[in-house]
């Protein structure tokens, strides 16, 4: 079988700072340390630091006050960090500067009246963390459909602009900020939109290398946006294209010995994860 590994593939800078903060974290402090949400959207990585004693929380509620506790890379809101302060948790930001830099866009733009449609996964850690950066001022649009669907009252259409989740789709966020700007023509476009270059860079070689390949593997967690993305753009071009976290979700009936397979990794995804795949691949 031929397995043809994609370049770039895997972590992604933010996601390498947000784990090296956290495992440095662990490796100095001798008391039990929190995460708010997953440190990054992948279970092998989540399950190697709960087996070092970090513990991943939905809720503050249930973090003693006083604890360490670490933002994830997909960022949190001021209503969260607020929460942290009031409990006296002592903090540890790993958010993803990209995502960082999104949230002092919103609150700049924000600031100065304007309306910002925010493009993204509703529910998303990432998309939720934004929201919550100005909340009476953003607007989430997930689609296209939505896009169109939108509806903004002229006084507050006078002052717009949109923003995006960081690991979305670069054709589909293309396409939604098509629509809005054929809605919206005084949209203003932002310094930086959205989509991170480590994401765009991985979908382009999706892209480009799928075509000359049978089908599409990606190691990656179904909750990883960007690990899901990769998917959605190996479909786009007509080669079938499968999520596969370990190596039992290798789909063994999509392949023969002579199958010509690219195998990529989301963001998030380790790349001892990637070459154990590769090898079972290459044992057919």
Known sequence: MKVTLAEPRGFCSGVNRA????????????EPIYAYHEIVHNAWV???????????VESLDVVPEGAILLFS???????????????????????????????MQIRSFADRGYTIVFIGKRGHDEVVGSLGEAPDATILVSTREEAQALEIEPKRAEKITYMMQTTLS????????????????????????GVCDATQRRQEVVRRLAPEHDLVIVVGSPNSSNSKRLAEVAREVGKPAFLVDRVEDIPWRELTPESKVLLTAGASAPEKVVQTVAQFLRDV
């Open 19 to 30: 784990i090296n903060i956290l495992a440095t974290t662990v490796k100095e402090k001798d």
């Open 46 to 56: 989540a399950r190697d630091f709960q087996r070092r004693g970090v513990a991943f």
């Open 73 to 103: 890379a997909h960022g949190v809101s001021p209503a969260i960090r607020a929460q942290a302060a009031a409990r006296r948790l002592r903090t540890i930001d790993a958010t993803c500067p990209l995502v960082h830099r999104i949230h």
């Open 170 to 193: 670069v054709s589909e966020a293309a396409a939604i900020v098509e629509v809005l700007r054929q809605k919206f023509p005084n949209i203003q476009t932002p310094p930086h939109d």
